[in-house]
């Protein structure tokens, strides 16, 4: 039962355009999203959060979109570079009741092309 | 300051045998949560230790158990291995529970054969 889900397994842009990956998710419960990359042999590293209370947050090139009606979430990469060629994942917890569990997408394979 | 340290990295073990992997969480920091990563099911949540105390667990059979030590760090134990354990087996750490940014570690891969 995959409460957050990625539809898009891969996902290819030219280098400098904009990257949207996507992520939906079924339990209205879940209050705060968060979104990780992870390198072939590391372990996922924390990119961008936000709250159910938001609706956007940026952070440099990086921006998270909530739309808490369609229970979807979206990261915007802008302007995309080869660096950020990697697996991303997003992920969801119930952040009100204290639980520290996070709930994972099965990741987007992200390839930006020089 | 030291990110989160796994032990061993690479693991190969028989049907039918038990593993122990060690994780060092970042330094200060009392949370430390599991995840199975497989190719099908993404990374699934096993457990997670605070203060020496599992809060929160999966849905994983009970080979599956770990502990966590005073100074944080935890172990993580499955016993009499299946085919099916084979994955990479991560920790992370964050300074309190709640849902906040959690730090991983590089994994540990075990392989069962």
């Known amino acids: 039962d995959q409460q957050v889900k990625q539809n898009s397994p891969s996902l290819s842009v030219q280098e400098g355009r904009i990257s949207i990956l996507n992520c939906d998710y079924t339990?209205?419960?879940?209050?705060?999203f968060l979104w990780y990359k992870k390198y072939p042999a590391e372990g996922p590293t924390f990119l961008i959060s936000i709250s159910s209370i938001k609706d956007k947050n940026e952070d440099g090139r990086f921006t998270v979109f909530l739309n808490k009606s369609a229970k979807h979430l979206s990261l915007h990469i802008v302007p995309s570079q080869p660096g950020d060629s990697a697996v991303y994942f997003c992920?969801?917890?119930?952040?009100?009741?204290?639980?520290?569990?996070?709930?994972f997408g099965t990741g987007t394979r992200l390839t930006v092309i020089p | 300051k030291a990110g989160v340290t796994q032990t061993p990295r690479y693991l190969i073990k028989t049907r039918g045998q038990q593993v122990t992997l060690s994780c060092s969480p970042i330094?200060?920091?009392?949370?430390v949560s599991w995840y199975q990563q497989t190719p099908g099911q993404g990374l699934q949540f096993l457990f997670e230790?605070?203060?020496?105390?599992?809060?929160n667990k999966g849905n994983f059979p009970g080979r599956f158990s770990g502990r966590q030590f005073s100074n944080s760090r935890s172990e993580m134990n499955v016993s009499t291995l299946e085919l099916g354990d084979s994955a990479l087996y991560l920790c992370?750490?964050?300074?309190?529970?709640?849902?906040?940014?959690?730090?991983f570690g590089p994994g540990t891969r075990l392989t069962v054969t």
């Open positions: 992920a969801a917890t119930l952040y009100q009741t204290g639980a520290n569990n996070l709930f």
């Open positions: 339990n209205s419960m879940f209050d705060y």
């Open positions: 230790y605070f203060s020496e105390t599992q809060r």
């Open positions: 330094s200060g920091h009392r949370s």
């Open positions: 992370a750490s964050s300074s309190w529970t709640g849902g906040n940014e959690q730090y």
